[in-house]
């Protein structure tokens, strides 16, 4: 029996969706680049300085549409008006720049199509026949369009996504509120649940509201941002993720001591199909 890597007392994991479920992270991160590329140069002429992969981190990646907007406009001395709903995708304003990224987004999805990646939907499986609840946590407005073009909508008992979030006027990552959300939703404590995410607003997000556990999926090279952030374990993939808990030392310095043993037991098997602990041989970053 393999554990999912979790500290015992974890009874829901909350996860992200862009960069942890589905591979929609690069889409995301080229919808925003074409987004403020096209605004720099129009602004600037063409000797601008390009928005870059770590403007993405830093500034949008995990933050709703407007905020990322905000932030990274501020990052470069840029304040535009709000805007409002009649404004165009494109128009010099917060509200415009938003509608023009998701316009992008939805061209590029529509074109490439969409993935989960394998180990995540395998992790969700084991986590599910070991008797936790699940959530998806995501500041996307498009979270659940994601979810049924992928197939796996019905393995989250609760959706907390950009649409949700206005409904109830929640504060965006990396404010924690939409996670503590869906822990309340889901009839749990804070300290209850694992959150897991990609983004350094997320990771923000799970220190702040106390969590059990904070997992960091590390897909671009910044593990040690997402423990400076407050991971208490970095993977490059869900499906390593039982054996990296596993080797997790506790605070005494023991591998696989009390505080970070497995929460319930996956399903045996070869790991390869649902409902099983994936198998994993290598995968957990290191430390700083």
């Known amino acids: 029996m393999m554990s999912l890597g979790l500290p015992e007392s974890v009874r829901a994991c909350l996860f992200d969706l862009d960069g942890v479920l589905t591979r929609t992270a690069v889409v995301h991160a080229a919808a925003w680049k074409e987004t403020f590329d096209d605004f720099l140069r129009d602004r600037d002429g063409e000797g601008f300085r390009p928005f870059s992969p770590q403007d993405y981190d830093r500034y949008v990646d995990g933050r709703p549409r407007d905020d990322g907007v905000r932030t990274f406009l501020a990052s470069r001395g840029v304040r535009l008006p709000e805007g409002g709903a009649d404004d165009p995708p494109g128009r010099a304003s917060v509200r415009g720049l938003g509608e023009r990224k998701n316009e992008l987004l939805l061209e590029k999805i529509h074109k490439e199509g969409v993935e989960a990646y394998p180990?995540?939907?395998?992790?969700?499986?084991?986590?599910?026949?070991?008797?936790?609840?699940?959530?998806?946590?995501?500041?996307?407005?498009?979270?659940?369009?994601?979810?049924?073009?992928?197939?796996?909508?019905?393995?989250?008992?609760?959706?907390?996504?950009?649409?949700?979030?206005?409904?109830?006027?929640?504060?965006?990552?990396?404010?924690?509120?939409?996670?503590?959300?869906?822990?309340?939703?889901?009839?749990?404590?804070?300290?209850?649940?694992?959150?897991?995410?990609?983004?350094?607003?997320?990771?923000?997000?799970?220190?702040?509201?106390?969590?059990?556990?904070?997992?960091?999926?590390?897909?671009?090279?910044?593990?040690?941002?997402?423990?400076?952030?407050?991971?208490?374990?970095?993977?490059?993939?869900?499906?390593?993720?039982?054996?990296?808990?596993?080797?997790?030392?506790?605070?005494?310095?023991?591998?696989?001591?009390?505080?970070?043993?497995?929460?319930?037991?996956?399903?045996?098997?070869?790991?390869?199909?649902?409902?099983?602990?994936?198998?994993?041989?290598?995968?957990?970053?290191?430390?700083?």
């Open 119 to 288: 180990g995540s939907v395998r992790y969700v499986h084991a986590v599910r026949e070991a008797g936790l609840r699940t959530a998806v946590v995501s500041s996307s407005r498009n979270c659940r369009d994601v979810l049924v073009s992928v197939g796996i909508e019905d393995l989250f008992d609760v959706r907390i996504d950009g649409v949700v979030a206005a409904e109830r006027a929640l504060p965006g990552k990396p404010a924690p509120d939409t996670f503590l959300a869906a822990a309340r939703d889901l009839g749990l404590e804070a300290a209850d649940c694992a959150v897991f995410e990609d983004a350094l607003a997320g990771m923000d997000a799970g220190r702040a509201g106390g969590f059990g556990y904070v997992v960091g999926v590390d897909r671009t090279g910044q593990a040690r941002e997402l423990r400076r952030h407050g991971a208490d374990t970095v993977v490059t993939d869900l499906a390593v993720l039982p054996e990296a808990g596993a080797a997790a030392p506790d605070a005494t310095g023991t591998p696989g001591g009390s505080g970070r043993s497995g929460a319930g037991g996956a399903p045996s098997g070869s790991g390869t199909g649902p409902g099983t602990a994936p198998p994993a041989p290598s995968g957990q970053e290191d430390s700083p």
